[in-house]
């Protein structure tokens, strides 16, 4: 079992930023991807980023690349996402995730994941 807790949501401005976290427990990182997911009210829910935990290869859905960096920390067991340039499309639910021997590009099209945390809201105003 990996247990993920994330922190850091809150609510911003637009063109504002905010840095999620992302903490992991129960068992070695080494073969998963690690990644961030969200969803808004009434929509589905979408990838944003992942990262490969070996190797740090990463890869971004197209509405949040250059705005959105993802990151590990190896030594805390931690993922962040930093938020810049927010906008207010960018309001929803996020939610951190892990896949096992998944790829960054294979977790952005997965609609299954092994494990997920609890979400933590992000809320950007105009």
């Known amino acids: 079992q990996v247990q993920l807790v994330e922190s850091g949501g809150g609510m911003v401005q637009a063109g504002g930023s905010l840095r999620l976290s992302c903490a992991a427990s129960g068992r070695p990182l080494d073969k998963y991807t690690m990644g961030w997911f969200r969803q808004a009210p009434g929509k589905e829910r979408e990838f944003v980023a992942a990262i490969n935990w070996s190797s740090g290869g990463s890869y971004y859905a197209d509405s949040v690349q250059g705005r959105f960096t993802i990151s590990r920390d190896n030594a805390k067991n931690t993922v962040y996402l930093q938020m810049n340039s927010l906008k207010p499309e960018d309001t929803a639910v996020y939610s951190c995730?892990?896949?096992?021997?998944?790829?960054?590009?294979?977790?952005?099209?997965?609609?299954?994941?092994?494990?997920w945390g609890q979400g933590t809201q992000v809320t950007v105003s105009s």
């Open positions: 995730a892990a896949g096992y021997l998944k790829t960054p590009r294979t977790m952005s099209v997965a609609r299954v994941n092994d494990y």
